[in-house]
């Protein structure tokens, strides 16, 4: 099983240069960095991941973009894992995500996962025009027309909320004619109709629940007509300890994503260090 990581990168972390290489030295798989284009001071919409709501994390509003990012981390790697956890698809106008998507994929040699989530700040969706209600239907959409972009021959495509493309020369393309592609979000019917749809798995986070989610999505995949030995699972912004990673490969999960700290250098390095007794 595979030890990737993910961090809230800001202007007041590790940068992605130093973290990268440190990761790849360590024996690392991969890199997964998250996506807040702003977050509006009205903060009405609750924060999910503090137990219940409570104080946003610094982190959250300084987060670099994470194509830029990875983008340095992928020109001074060879061999380390790149990957959104998660982007906010529906905030992107799919033409020009497509395109950043596949130079990323290209220039890394096909080294970049695409992370899928829907969100849960409702302010920053609404300033990118973002419908709440439709926002998983959004991505849905968003997708299938950056695929008939990716595709071999010029395919058009005509989408649900708008947005189209007519049948266009588009380069580069992702070697496997579209990178790996993970689906973040909480177990259930709605979730796993995007993952069978559209993805190559899963990322839940935390990782909580799979010994009983993971039977009704590999049910779910079967019936879309998927390849049962395809599905991939990954658990996302994991705090590790033997048990847990037993677990998770006990699963057949081939991968597992360690959260880091969103600290300096030092903080970040000794973190790492600590995970090592992991690989």
């Not at 992370?115 to 959004?138: I, K, L």
């Not at 991968?255 to 250098?265: H, I, T, W, Y």
């Amino acid at each position: 099983m595979r030890i990737s990581t993910t961090i809230f990168l800001t202007d007041e972390t590790i940068s992605p240069v130093r973290l990268a290489r440190a990761l790849e030295e360590r024996g690392f798989a991969g890199l997964y960095l998250p996506e807040h284009t702003h977050i509006p001071v009205s903060r009405e919409s609750d924060y999910p991941f503090g137990g219940g709501g409570g104080e946003l994390p610094r982190e959250y509003a300084r987060t670099l973009d994470p194509f830029v990012a990875l983008g340095q981390a992928a020109a001074v790697t060879e061999r380390l894992l790149l990957g959104t956890g998660i982007t906010l698809v529906a905030e992107h106008d799919p033409i020009a995500l497509a395109k950043t998507i596949a130079t990323l994929d290209h220039l890394s040699g096909g080294r970049f996962t695409l992370g899928v989530g829907f969100g849960w700040n409702r302010e920053e969706a609404a300033d990118h025009g973002v419908d709440w209600p439709t926002r998983r239907e959004r991505t849905r959409d968003a997708v299938h027309l950056m695929r008939a972009l990716w595709s071999a021959e010029p395919t058009a495509y005509e989408g649900a909320f708008g947005r189209s493309v007519s049948a266009s020369e588009a380069w580069p393309k992702p070697p496997a004619g579209a990178p790996r592609t993970l689906v973040g979000g909480a177990a259930g019917p709605k979730l796993f109709s995007h993952i069978t749809d559209y993805a190559d798995g899963w990322m839940p986070i935390g990782g909580r629940g799979l010994s009983t989610n993971l039977p009704l999505l590999r049910a779910a995949w079967e019936a879309a007509g998927r390849t049962p030995d395809s599905l991939q699972v990954v658990p996302f912004g994991v705090h590790p300890n033997p048990g847990k990673l037993a677990h998770y490969a006990d699963l057949g999960c081939p991968e597992v994503v360690l959260q880091l700290p969103p600290g300096d250098e030092k903080e970040v390095l000794e973190a790492l260090d600590g995970y090592a007794r992991y690989l």
